[in-house]
């Protein structure tokens, strides 16, 4: 397994950290909180890009410690269901929106910091795939019935 790319320093974009193992993980969950670092954005190395020369999947993992809760999003062209999902936390909290860095999630898709962090190991070793660690619904950031 060649590992996935974890962009979420400005100098990530040019020369990400690759990630091969659970260590890689857990220490990289060792600096995010400490310099209050809000989303991680990953690609799989070992899955091949779309003609167009694009990943076929993403996965992006958000920890914020003043809240002591993380969320995950992922797009994967390969799971049903196919597209853009969260994850799932608690549904009666609504959709929120709760902010992550760049991003906005759901206020349901928070779980806690050590789900997030057991997705983002499945998501390394599965080399790429969708986590089953997490339940994932739709963002539903569109206008309800």
């Not at 906005?104 to 998501?123: A, H, N, T, W, Y």
Request: overall charge negative.
């Amino acid at each position: 397994m060649r590992g996935v790319t974890a962009i979420y320093q400005p100098e990530h974009y040019e020369n990400p950290r690759i990630l091969t193992a659970v260590e890689d993980v857990d220490k990289m969950f060792g600096v995010l909180p400490a310099e209050d670092i809000r989303s991680v954005q990953f690609f799989s190395l070992d899955r091949t890009d779309t003609p167009d020369g694009w990943p076929d999947h993403e996965l992006i993992a958000g920890v914020r410690k003043d809240r002591e809760a993380g969320v995950l999003s992922s797009r994967d062209v390969n799971c049903e269901p196919v597209g853009h999902v969260v994850s799932v936390g608690n549904p009666e909290l609504g959709r929120g929106p709760v902010y992550y860095s760049l991003y906005d999630f759901p206020l349901f898709s928070e779980i806690p910091i050590e789900k997030v962090r057991q997705g983002v190991r499945e998501f390394v070793t599965s080399g790429g795939k969708r986590p089953t660690c997490v339940k994932w619904d739709d963002p539903g950031f569109h206008e309800e019935d």
